[in-house]
């Protein structure tokens, strides 16, 4: 069985603005997601969904190698079917 793993990312927190980069250990809280989906030998793929007025996230997931996906602030469900349909293939 192989996974499609769609980790979706903003940039807007309302209770600790730009999670995603907070850093423990001298890494961003998304390298930790990243690293540890790396390693699970069902996740066929990474995919990071962000809103499509976000842009520190794709740089830095252009440098871990990951694809991005952008759609919807608002609908993080919307986002997570892009992502679905752009990179999902037979027996995800």
Do not use: C
């Not at 069985?1 to 001298?26: F, P, Y």
């Not at 699970?40 to 996230?57: G, N």
């Not at 608002?74 to 349909?85: K, L």
């Amino acid at each position: 069985m192989s996974v499609l793993a769609v980790v979706a990312v903003r940039d807007t927190s309302t209770r600790l603005l730009h999670k995603w980069q907070a850093e423990i250990a001298g890494i961003p809280l998304l390298g930790h997601v990243v690293a540890r989906l790396k390693k699970a030998k069902s996740v066929r793929q990474i995919v990071v969904a962000v809103p499509e007025t976000t842009k520190s996230i794709p740089e830095w997931a252009v440098k871990a190698n990951v694809p991005v996906v952008y759609g919807s602030e608002s609908d993080v469900v919307s986002r997570m079917a892009i992502a679905v349909q752009k990179f999902s293939e037979p027996g995800d």
